[in-house]
C-alpha cells in the first residue's frame, strides 16, 4: 500500500543554518511526488513537484528511487521558511493521494 | 483564474447532529475533488475522493459521505455527527495527477 512518512514532527534550526526534511515513500510503480507547505494562517499550497526538478524559495528536492526518499532541502534557512511541510505522492491520474504527518519546521533567529 | 470556496468557515454542532459542508470550484471544469481532514500532529486524511459528477471513492470508512451532484460542487456529510468528527476540513481540486488545490478549511467542533 502506498504511504509516506515524515520522520520528524518538529525541526528547529537556526536562521542561516541548512535544513533537511526528509520524507520517505512506499508506492507501486512510478508516483509524482510532492511538497506542500503550509505557512501561519495561510491556505495550504505546492510548494514543489519532482517531475519540475525546480528550486523555489530555495528549495530544491532530489527524487531518490533507490532509497524512495525525497528530502527537501534548503542550504540557509530563513525565519520566513517557518511553516508546517508536508510531502506527498500520487498516481499518474490523481488517485492514491497520501500526504505524510507533516513536519514543524521552525526557524530561529 | 481558478478559485476554490468552502463553506462554512466554522461550525459548532451538537452530537448526533446532521452535517452538510460545501466545497465549490470556479474557473475550471471536469476537475478530481478531494475532502481531507486535517489533525495535529496526524498530517492530512484523505477521506473522500471524486474523478466525476457521482463518482465517489471513499478511502477511510467512517461515519461521513460525501456527494458530487454537479461537476464543480462536492459535499461532504454525515446523518449523525460524533465527537471524534471534530476536526478541520479542507477540500481540494486537481487535474489528474497534478498539483491540488486547497480551499480555506472549515473547522468542526462537535459537543
Known amino acids: 500500500a502506498q504511504r509516506v512518512t515524515q520522520p520528524e514532527k518538529l525541526l528547529s534550526v537556526f536562521k542561516g543554518a541548512p535544513v533537511e526534511l526528509k520524507c520517505n515513500y512506499s508506492y507501486s510503480g512510478s508516483p509524482e511526488l510532492f511538497w506542500y507547505v503550509q505557512y501561519s494562517r495561510q491556505r495550504l499550497q505546492l510548494l514543489l513537484r519532482?517531475?519540475s526538478r525546480e528550486s523555489i524559495k530555495g528549495f530544491t528536492a532530489d527524487l531518490n528511487k533507490g532509497e524512495t526518499s525525497f528530502h527537501l532541502k534548503k542550504p540557509f534557512a530563513q525565519e520566513e521558511d517557518s511553516a508546517m511541510y508536508y510531502c506527498a505522492l500520487s498516481g499518474p491520474y490523481g488517485q492514491n493521494f497520501v500526504f505524510g504527518p507533516g513536519t514543524r519546521l521552525s526557524v530561529l533567529p | 483564474s481558478q478559485t476554490i470556496h468552502q463553506w462554512p468557515a466554522t461550525l459548532v454542532q451538537p452530537v448526533g447532529s446532521p452535517l452538510s459542508l460545501e466545497c465549490t470550484v470556479e474557473g475550471t471544469s471536469n476537475p478530481n475533488l478531494y475532502w481531507y481532514r486535517q489533525a495535529a500532529g496526524r498530517g492530512l486524511q484523505l477521506l473522500f475522493y471524486s474523478v466525476g459528477i457521482g463518482q465517489i471513492s471513499s478511502e477511510v470508512p467512517q461515519n461521513l459521505s460525501a456527494s458530487r451532484p454537479q461537476d464543480r460542487q462536492f459535499i461532504l456529510s454525515s446523518k449523525k455527527l460524533l465527537l471524534s468528527d471534530s476536526g478541520f476540513y479542507l477540500c481540494?481540486?486537481?487535474?489528474?495527477?497534478?498539483?491540488?488545490?486547497f480551499g480555506p478549511g472549515t473547522r468542526l467542533t462537535v459537543t
Open positions: 481540494a481540486w486537481s487535474h489528474g495527477g497534478d498539483e491540488q488545490y
Open positions: 519532482h517531475i
